[in-house]
């Protein structure tokens, strides 16, 4: 694994983050809101969960809701047991002990940290896909490392690399990674000692195409967890954004070194969380319910974007579209402003995205509906 070199202090790190995307979205949500009217904006833009939260969860909650002392960093055993179950029954990951297994405070805080957990920093690069969720730039920055976007790894050359980034189902273009690549993946970083983190977000939000796979299946990883991270969150699957709750497994001496790390620092998983979680991961019902409203709300805007004369690319999952009309992204953010309808540019997501627009499942069905019906006109 890499070493833990120097790192740039604090204000070094904060000096070198870029501005909040978000912000630069606000006059084409102030556009959208005046084209709506009374009708209310159409937002798809940021992927939050707008259904209720499964009944399953919420008596989770309340039932230990009387919890008056501090919870475990690692988390109850009930919790872990039921995430090494999750990921045999579901995604076909064997082999897991629930000593692997560690809460994290949603899914976004490990994915800013890790760098600095695993000790990187500068001289170290952390490798990432050329259209990424911007906190895997971002997580490299804070460490002081330094960031390095491409879908070809010959292409990083004699960097030092000491963290790779995969996102099958990917954020923001819902492309699905096969098995083959993921194993090249992971083959590359072995031998060169780097640590693969793998966010696997919408794992269970596969539409069309490959079945999406975890990098602990043993198909990718040949039974080994070795130098592998799996990141795993709640949110979307479970309606789960406002509990903040996911959990990383792998590579036991990985997450052991995580889990000191995070002791040190606080980052602990509050407990009536951590028993509706436990919930979460132990009941299927609600997610296939979910999943089947994300299908139709999909499958409406689809035809109303290709309605549109928008090109869908691979969006195979997921809970986005990755659309173009050939254009700059902003000028298809006004244009579906201009009708009631918010969606993110893609160039949030680095240059590849800068003809894209990542258009957001997480609306309600009237929501949708008259978002569809906008877009079509």
Known sequence: MA?????????????????????????????????????????LSVGTPVDPVPSVIREALAAAADSPGYPTTHGTSALRDAAVGWMERCLGVTGVDPSAVLPTIGSKELVAWLPTLLGLGAGDTVVLPEAAYPTYAVGALLAGAEPFATDALTAVGPARVGLVWLNSPANPTGRVLPVEHLRKVVEWARERGAVVASDECYIELGWEGPEPVSVLHPDVCGGSHEGLLAVHSLSKRSNFAGYRAGFVSGDPALVSRLLEVRKHAGMMLPSPVQAAAAAALRDDAHVTEQKERYRARRALLLGALNAAGFRVDSSEAGLYLWATRDEDCWETVRSCAERGVLVTPGEFYGAAGARHVRVALTATDEAVRRGAEALAV
């Open 3 to 43: 070493a833990a070199p120097s790192a740039p202090g604090p204000a070094a790190a904060r000096r070198a983050l870029p501005d909040f995307p978000w912000d630069r979205l606000a006059p084409y949500r102030r556009l959208a809101e005046q084209a709506a009217g009374d009708a209310g904006i159409v937002d």
